[in-house]
């Protein structure tokens, strides 16, 4: 068991997606559930977003600010962790796996307080453990307006992990076109395991 808290994002508007995003089913099983189930080794998981949604039967925190970013799901997430590290996943990235988190839980050091995987030299900033330690941070940096992840992990001590050789596992789906293409990737990894 990791003892750390996965949190999953699905405060986002999805706008470009048309519906909720999480709700989507992608080879028969829906976004949350299939992001869920990748966390299944963390001591503790939680949904967050701005509403408990009432079919979602979930751990639920509420996002605390009203900003439209995700360092508010991360604002939240650390401060209602009961663990020093939290997962902060977001449901733009429903084909992310358990393997994945493991071996980012595996790059912990004590002495960082962001271990964020890096795919083609960009930084995946919604895949990333962060410390609790960071909470003052990031609080100032919201403070200023200043809402950007990657501005927030560069301005702390952290570790990057290459995982360009699994970047199939990153892919981002922001509309339904990309869920389409999520669908394709999963039934080529199928097709050539078989």
């Given at each position: ?33 299939r992001i869920w189930d990748a966390c299944e080794f963390f001591e503790y998981r939680h ?148």
């Amino acid at each position: 068991m990791i003892p750390a808290t996965a949190c999953i994002l699905i405060g986002g508007d999805s706008n470009r997606f048309g519906s909720q995003k999480w709700k989507a089913v992608i080879d028969g099983t829906t976004v949350i559930d299939r992001i869920w189930d990748a966390c299944e080794f963390f001591e503790y998981r939680h949904v967050i977003g701005k509403d408990h949604p009432k079919n979602l039967n979930k751990d639920f925190i509420k996002d605390m600010l009203e900003i439209k970013a995700p360092i508010n799901g991360l604002h939240a997430a650390l401060e209602n962790s009961n663990t020093d590290w939290i997962l902060l996943l977001s449901c733009d990235l429903p084909l992310v796996s358990a393997d994945i988190l493991i071996d980012l839980w595996n790059e912990t050091d004590a002495t960082k307080s962001i271990i964020v995987p890096m795919v083609n030299k960009r930084l995946e900033p919604t895949c990333a453990l962060y410390h609790k330690r960071i909470l003052s941070t990031c609080n100032a940096r919201i403070q200023k307006n200043d809402l950007g992840l990657n501005g927030l992990i560069k301005s702390i001590e952290f570790h990057c992990v290459d995982m360009t050789d699994r970047a199939d596992r990153f892919f981002n789906m922001n509309t339904k076109n990309d869920m389409s293409e999520a669908e394709k990737i999963l039934r080529l990894k199928r097709n050539a395991r078989s």
